[in-house]
T-cell receptor
Framework: GENVEQHPSTLSVQEGDSAVIKCTYS??????FPWYKQELGKRPQLIID?????GEKKDQRIAVTLNKTAKHFSLHITETQPEDSAVYFC???????????FGQGTRLTINP | DAGVIQSPRHEVTEMGQEVTLRCKPI?????LFWYRQTMMRGLELLIY????????DSGMPEDRFSAKMPNASFSTLKIQPSEPRDSAVYFC???????????????FGPGTRLTVL
């Protein structure tokens, strides 16, 4: 089955700097890659997703890139703000499947 | 829409007791997922349903865990008997079918924090 590895497990950056979180997946049949943000004590919420027919997607300060050949995808957050502090999860699912396989999460801390 | 609803939000019980967690998915969503979240194991999929039918229960840890979905608007996750290692946050999520711009987006409920003493 699919396996998703996420790095780093913790990340600390200065406010205003950029943050990058990376994930790799094992199953080449996977074609949908969402990113979820989970604030302390809250539920995971989708922030951005990408499909395998696209190499990059942006939404304001966040972007996701996908390299199908290498089977990895990354989340980029620019001009980080204190409210970006949270745990971020990547996930992958195969074509036609609703099941998501999640990475282990990255705890991002934005230092003022 | 109220979103995914879970109850109770917090549950404290003693080892050996039966625990029942409840979930109401978003109206119109025909997929329902149960997850368990712990610091050690992260976010684990336990089981998911499509149109009230269990599709994949390979994540259910053992026979002490069972899940049902008697209708499109209600699901339960039961642990009997409960053990301290079952302490975790249990999330329910729902989604529309694959296809279209909202493909596979899962909407999570607020979670139930379970503590087994």
């Amino acid at each position: 089955g699919e396996n998703v590895e996420q790095h780093p497990s913790t990340l600390s950056v200065q406010e205003g700097d950029s943050a990058v979180i990376k994930c790799t997946y094992s199953d080449s049949a996977s074609n949908y890659f969402p990113w979820y943000k989970q604030e302390l004590g809250k539920r995971p919420q989708l922030i951005i997703d990408i499909r395998s027919n696209v190499g990059e997607k942006k939404d304001q300060r966040i972007a996701v890139t996908l390299n199908k050949t290498a089977k990895h995808f990354s989340l980029h957050i620019t001009e980080t703000q204190p409210e970006d502090s949270a745990v971020y999860f990547c996930a992958a699912s195969m074509r036609g499947a609703q099941k998501l396989v999640f990475g282990q999460g990255t705890r991002l801390t934005i230092n003022p | 829409d109220a979103g995914v609803i879970q109850s109770p939000r917090h549950e404290v019980t003693e080892m050996g007791q039966e625990v029942t967690l409840r979930c109401k998915p978003i109206s119109g969503h025909d997929y329902l997922f149960w997850y368990r979240q712990t610091m050690m194991r992260g976010l684990e999929l336990l089981i998911y349903f499509n149109n009230n039918v269990p599709i994949d229960d390979s994540g259910m840890p053992e026979d002490r865990f069972s899940a049902k979905m008697p209708n499109a608007s209600f699901s339960t996750l039961k642990i009997q008997p409960s053990e301290p290692r079952d302490s975790a946050v249990y999330f329910c999520a729902s989604s529309l079918p694959a296809g279209g711009p909202s493909r596979s987006t899962q909407y999570f409920g607020p979670g139930t924090r379970l503590t087994v003493l």
